[in-house]
C-alpha cells in the first residue's frame, strides 16, 4: 500500500524559507517521478515542482522558479521542497504526489496515481 505523508508547514512570513518533507512507503521509490502541487482556497490544484525517479530531473512552475528546490533522497525514500523567499501568494495546501506510469514529470493532477494528506503553508505579509 502507498502512503505518502507530507511535514515541515507551519505561519511563516513573507521573505522567509520553509522546507516542506514527504515520507514515501510501499513503493519502489527511486522508480518514480513525483511533484509537489498546491491548492489554495477557491482555486485549482496547481503543480509546483517535480523529478524524475533515478536521474532527478527538476522541473518547476514559473512563480516559484529560481525560489523552490525540489529534492529527493532515494536511499531514506524522502521527498523536499526547500522553498525561499516565501510570497503571500505562496499560501496553501501543498501536497506530494507520484506517478506511478510517466518516466517524465507531467504537470496535471490526473496523471498522478497516489497523494499525501497535504500540508499548510501560511505566508504572512
Known amino acids: 500500500q502507498v502512503q505518502l505523508v507530507e511535514s515541515g508547514g507551519g505561519l511563516v512570513q513573507a521573505g522567509d524559507p520553509l522546507r516542506l518533507s514527504c515520507a514515501a512507503s510501499g513503493l519502489t521509490f527511486n522508480s518514480y517521478s513525483m511533484a509537489w502541487f498546491r491548492q489554495a482556497p477557491g482555486k485549482e490544484r496547481e503543480f509546483v515542482a517535480g523529478?524524475?525517479?533515478?536521474?532527478?530531473?527538476?522541473y518547476y512552475a514559473e512563480s516559484v522558479n529560481g525560489r523552490f528546490t525540489i529534492s529527493r533522497d532515494n536511499a531514506n525514500h524522502m521527498l523536499y521542497l526547500q522553498m525561499n523567499s516565501l510570497k503571500p501568494e505562496d499560501t496553501a495546501v501543498y501536497y506530494c504526489?507520484?506517478?506511478?506510469?510517466?518516466?517524465?514529470?507531467?504537470?496535471?493532477?490526473?496523471?498522478?496515481?497516489?497523494w499525501g494528506q497535504g500540508t499548510q503553508v501560511t505566508v504572512s505579509s
Open positions: 523529478i524524475t525517479g533515478a536521474a532527478g530531473n527538476t
Open positions: 504526489a507520484v506517478d506511478l506510469y510517466s518516466r517524465s514529470v507531467l504537470r496535471i493532477t490526473k496523471s498522478y496515481d497516489y
